[in-house]
């Protein structure tokens, strides 16, 4: 058993090192695969939030993480086949510019989730579960009848979107994008379970009816945690959707918010760098076991069900000792 | 629009719902009493499916085929209960979602490994091919017929079941509290094994029915499974009646939707946009039901605990 | 990720060295061999693989890795198919959706791309590219002639239908295309829609005197069992997609004398088709599909180009690719200039011989026939 925080930094430092490391030997696809687990973790960093902090079992994640996508790909779809986005009230055009992208996708993605969170957080427990699932579905229709954007096939981006002094079609600098921004939003997580507002969210959790008598109303913290929650998961979609220079309704279906939802389990709910171990556990999984069978979904299936069996806490649970 | 098509749509209505029925019923009866969300349920309509197909390929029997539906579900899940389920019980439902999902990558490939890549065949019998003729001038096929009746009879039985018979009273017992019936003796963990196997062998019995009108295919399971969940939401999780209810409301909403939403939308859209238009909204119709019904009525309509 | 790879060299060449002179061809096939799609892509594996053996050849390498039908794998295989295999050749796409989502880039990074199944409307008119090649069909091909034959059916009043997302509306576009008699409605199903009671009584009720239908997989079975449960008896017609050699068996009677239109059947007479049938049989233990013909077609056509240029002379290459001179199982094969094939599509009628289920020939739908989108390629 190590301590947590040691865990947090060998973790962190380990997704610097393997990029460096296939960048020396010249492996680009490996720059690929771990800047799609970082990817992967920003969604379930995202996912925690709610998850862990809030206990607000969301599966219908994907809405954000969809959102995020399709920001970015009808920005960019614009502006690569030069039409504007909207003529009323005033023109707007696409965009190519990282920034830009993702401020829409937060900001629209921050929308949905304060909309889905007004209605969904009336109910709980199961009810809640299938009814951000039931959201889901909507989207998920939605997108595939939207002929406009390409429905089922999707959108395909020709050029990755640029960022200000950075050249974003080279593997290794596109994954200090995605890096930087997966380290900022655990700060801020950080921050936020160490605030007055992360305590009480905490209570509300676990003892709702207490915090109810200090004067804070339960719905009003886990409608901002879900909130803040859906935001990071929209951001995130837009990375994705940059990252493969493709977006589908597949990132709207209810197996992308099963997966977000396996990232954070598998590594450990409520834990700072869970969500990262999860997702980055995940895509090794993926590629790994893809190698030994044409069945290896039941390999997959079976590693998962033994750590819900056996490892409480999930992978962080298994390799270190809680703070405080 | 004839009445004769809209008696036709809503039986087509019908006969979906009390399908999903056939679904939700094991889905609600296993949360009610075990309090346990199991996505592995779609699962185990596949193997009812896969079962039924491989019988009926080598007897010819489709009776035999819906027998080894049911018993094939039934092993498939008194396996899964005692080996996976049964230790999921005391954990909360985020260990449950991720346990049943995992089972169901094990299930479908599991099957491909059984069965192959291709899709099975599966077939009415002849004895129950071909429409009838209903009053009124309506052609309906007698095979739909039958579900509709399959469906009614599973409803009332499991109704008789829960009301009027011992096993009945200790699973409404063991939905209120495990500890109380665990005390007056009665063995617990039998008790969820056997509700499990029964909610198993419906499902088997949904997968095999509906198999030989569909697909007999790898991961017919996941689609219907979603539709269960809307329906015992819908209908209040743990309340068989409200299964029966909420099943009725989903199949005709969904075909009746299906049907009437893109002529609505012609009335005020070119037909090309109405087409595609109302195709869309009447694919999301479920769901934004569902959202209203859980906005209006927080756990369903019978549902009793949060 | 499924990786089988098989390589065809002599255990002595294996050292890289010592061939690094010779111009070996690598090649990334990504294609969907788990889930529910997993017969398609199957199917196109064995047959590119038996075109590859029985070259005799061991300067091919090919990688295979499944897609699993999701768009974002097939981009991440396509990325280390390109930055981390290095080939100079990709393939094995089943679904247009995941061709959309790979073929652009692989095709901007210089790579060859041969499609032995999807061709999308985008790819073959606008957004063409040189690097671009398809060896099956474009995908309004096979409801065109679905159409053309419905007129010399002498079919006048037909219902079409097809799942609501864009292969399904070029389906119908397609269709309507050749089509030209009266439509007696037009209806988007539901993508995976199992249940089509509601449809077949719009059909009873419509007065129509034909069924156009596109539903591929598992929906395409559904409907017809449950079509021809309901009496409804009018005639059926529709793309090779619902009555091909992996699923024909799954339908069974409720397929029997349906008319359907491909550019294979296995009764194609011509000495490759003959030979390539019977090999298939001999190693497979199962009848051939169109897309077995199509992987067949797609590595015959990569054999021919190998044997004229080296793939390092990436336009003597192309030139070869273009040139199509290689035995096809549909006989002649050219490209037009959009690199999409103009070839002839046949009407079909399924029928049983033995316990099988399978298609013969009953004549041309569509001779020679170019696709629709081919004067807006400017390459």
Redesign the interface.
């Known amino acids: 058993m190590i301590p947590e925080r040691w865990l947090n930094l060998g973790i962190l430092a380990a997704l610097v090192a393997v990029p460096i490391w296939a960048l020396v030997v010249d492996e680009p696809f490996i720059i690929t695969l771990v800047t799609r687990a970082v990817i992967f973790a920003l969604a379930a960093v995202g996912l925690n939030i709610a998850?862990g902090l809030g206990g607000l079992?969301s599966?219908g994640h994907a809405v954000f993480f969809g959102i995020g996508g399709y920001a970015m790909g009808i920005l960019a779809y614009h502006a690569q086949t030069f039409t504007p986005l909207a003529e009323w009230p005033f023109p707007i055009d696409g965009t190519k510019s990282m920034p830009v992208i993702w401020l829409v996708a937060v900001t629209t993605s921050t929308l949905a989730a304060l909309l889905i969170g007004l209605?969904?957080l009336?109910?709980?427990?199961?009810?809640f579960?299938?009814?951000t699932?039931?959201?889901g579905?909507?989207f998920y229709?939605?997108s595939?009848?939207?002929?406009q954007y390409g429905g089922e096939d999707g959108l395909s981006i020709y050029v990755r979107n640029g960022f200000p002094g950075l050249n974003t079609l080279d593997p290794i600098q596109f994954f200090a994008i995605c890096f930087a921004l997966l380290c900022a939003v655990l700060g801020f997580n950080a921050l936020l379970a160490r605030s007055p507002f992360g305590l009480a969210l905490n209570a509300a959790r676990q003892v709702p009816h207490r915090v109810e008598t200090m004067g804070l109303s339960p719905f009003r913290l886990k409608l901002v945690a879900f909130v803040i929650s859906g935001a990071v998961t929209g951001l995130a979609g837009a990375l994705f959707a940059d990252l493969n220079r493709f977006v589908s309704p597949t990132m709207f279906s209810?197996q992308m918010s099963?997966e977000i939802?396996?990232f954070v389990?598998?590594g450990g709910?409520a834990r700072l760098i869970g969500p990262v171990i999860g997702a980055a556990a995940f895509v090794l999984l993926e590629h790994w076991l893809g190698g030994l069978s044409d069945?290896?979904?039941?390999y997959?299936?079976?590693i998962?069900?033994g750590?819900?069996?056996f490892a409480r806490g999930g992978i962080v649970g298994l390799v270190a000792r809680a703070h405080g | 629009m004839?009445a004769?098509?809209i008696i036709?749509?809503i039986l087509?209505g019908l006969?979906?719902g009390v399908m999903l029925f056939l679904m939700a019923a094991g889905l609600t009866l296993i949360?009610g009493v075990m309090g346990l969300?199991n996505l592995a349920h779609g699962s185990l309509y596949m193997v009812g499916a896969f079962a039924a197909a491989a019988v009926a390929g080598a007897t010819g029997s489709f009776l035999l085929a819906m027998v080894a539906a049911m018993a094939a579900a039934a092993i498939a899940g008194v396996l899964i209960e005692v080996v996976?389920i049964r230790?999921?019980y005391a954990?909360d439902?985020?260990?449950q979602?991720?346990?049943t999902?995992?089972?169901?990558?094990?299930f479908?490939?599991?099957v491909?490994?059984v069965f192959g890549?291709?899709?099975?065949?599966l077939?009415?019998p002849d004895y129950l091919?071909?429409?009838v003729s209903l009053p009124g001038g309506i052609?309906y096929?007698l095979?739909?017929l039958v579900l509709i009746g399959i469906g009614m009879v599973v409803g009332l039985l499991l109704w008789l079941l829960t009301q009027q018979t011992r096993l009945g009273i200790q699973i409404r017992a063991g939905e209120n509290d495990r500890e109380m019936i665990a005390a007056l003796g009665v063995n617990i963990s039998n008790l969820y094994t056997l509700v499990f196997a029964i909610g198993a062998a419906l499902a088997g019995l949904a997968g095999a029915l509906?198999g030989?009108?569909?697909?007999?295919?790898?991961?017919?399971g996941e689609?219907v499974l979603?539709l269960a969940?809307?329906v015992i939401?819908i209908g209040g999780?743990g309340s068989i009646q409200g299964a029966f209810i909420g099943a009725l409301i989903v199949g005709l909403t969904d075909?009746l939707g299906?049907?009437f939403l893109?002529q609505l939308f012609r009335l005020f859209l070119e037909?090309a946009g109405a087409?595609?238009?109302g195709?869309?909204l009447?694919?999301?119709a479920i769901?934004?039901l569902?959202?209203a019904i859980?906005?209006w009525r927080?756990?369903?309509l019978f549902?009793q605990r949060? | 990720m499924t990786k089988v790879t098989q390589t065809l060299l002599a255990a002595a060449c294996a050292a890289m060295v010592a061939t690094a002179g010779l111009a070996e061809v690598k090649v990334g096939m990504i294609t969907t061999l788990?889930?529910?799609g997993?017969?398609l892509g199957?199917d196109v594996r064995d047959g590119f693989m038996l075109a590859v053996e029985q070259s005799g050849r061991d300067d091919i390498e090919v990688v295979i890795e499944d897609d699993q039908r999701k768009p974002d794998i097939a981009v991440q295989l396509a990325d280390k198919m390109v930055q981390s295999e290095k080939v100079d050749v990709l393939t094995g796409i089943i679904f247009s959706n995941l061709a959309m989502a790979v073929i652009p880039s692989v095709t901007a990074q210089g790579k060859f791309y041969l499609s032995p199944n999807a061709g999308p409307s985008a790819l073959a008119g606008k957004g063409c590219h040189p690097n671009y090649f398809n060896v099956a069909w474009q995908n309004d091909n096979l409801h065109e002639a679905a159409g053309a034959y419905a007129n010399t059916a002498g079919y006048g009043n037909s219902f079409i239908l097809a799942p609501?997302y864009p292969a399904g509306?070029d389906a119908l576009t397609g269709y309507k295309r050749t089509y030209q008699g009266e439509l007696a409605g037009?209806?988007?199903?539901?993508l995976?829609q199992?249940?089509y009671?509601?449809e077949i009584?719009?059909i009873?009720?419509s007065g129509a005197d034909s069924v156009f239908f596109f539903l591929p997989?598992?929906?395409g079975?559904?409907f017809l069992?449950?079509y021809a449960?309901?009496?409804v008896g009018l005639p059926v017609v529709g793309p090779a997609f619902s009555f091909d050699q992996?699923?024909l068996?799954?339908?069974?009677?409720?397929a029997l004398g349906v008319v359907n239109t491909s550019q294979w059947n296995k009764d194609i007479d011509n000495p490759t088709n003959a030979a390539f049938v019977e090999a298939f049989q001999a190693k497979y233990d199962r009848l051939p599909s169109l897309y077995a013909s199509q992987g067949f077609d797609t590595a015959r056509l990569l054999i021919s180009a190998m044997e004229k240029a080296d793939v390092a002379d990436v336009d003597a290459f192309r030139a070869a690719l273009k040139a199509a001179e290689f035995d096809s199982t549909r006989g002649d094969f050219a490209f037009g200039l959009n690199q999409h094939p103009i070839q002839t599509i046949y009407a079909r009628e399924v029928v049983k011989e033995g316990d099988v289920f399978t298609n013969k020939i009953i004549g041309v739908a569509l001779e020679n026939h170019a696709d629709a989108y081919a004067a807006e390629c400017k390459m």
């Open positions: 998850l079992v599966l209605l969904s009336r109910t709980s427990g199961v009810y579960i299938m009814i699932l039931a959201f579905q909507m229709y939605f595939i009848s939207w002929a209810w099963g939802i396996i389990i598998l709910v069945y290896w979904h039941i997959l299936g079976a998962l069900l750590v819900v069996l | 004839s004769i098509l036709e749509q087509n006969q979906l949360f969300i996976v230790r999921l954990k439902h985020l260990d979602v991720l346990a999902f995992a089972l169901i990558l094990i479908s490939e599991g491909r490994w890549s291709f899709p099975l065949f077939d009415i091919s071909g429409p052609q096929p095979y739909r509906v030989a009108i569909q697909s007999v295919q790898v991961g017919m689609p979603i969940f809307v939401v999780i075909t299906g049907v893109p037909p087409t595609s238009t195709s869309a009447a694919s999301m769901y934004i569902m959202g859980l906005i927080p756990t369903g549902g949060a | 788990s889930g529910g997993a017969g199957i609501n509306q037009e209806i988007y199903t539901q995976g199992t249940d009671a509601a009584a719009q009873r009720a997989g598992g929906m079975i559904s069992k449950q449960d309901s009496a992996g699923i068996q799954a339908v069974g009677d409720a």
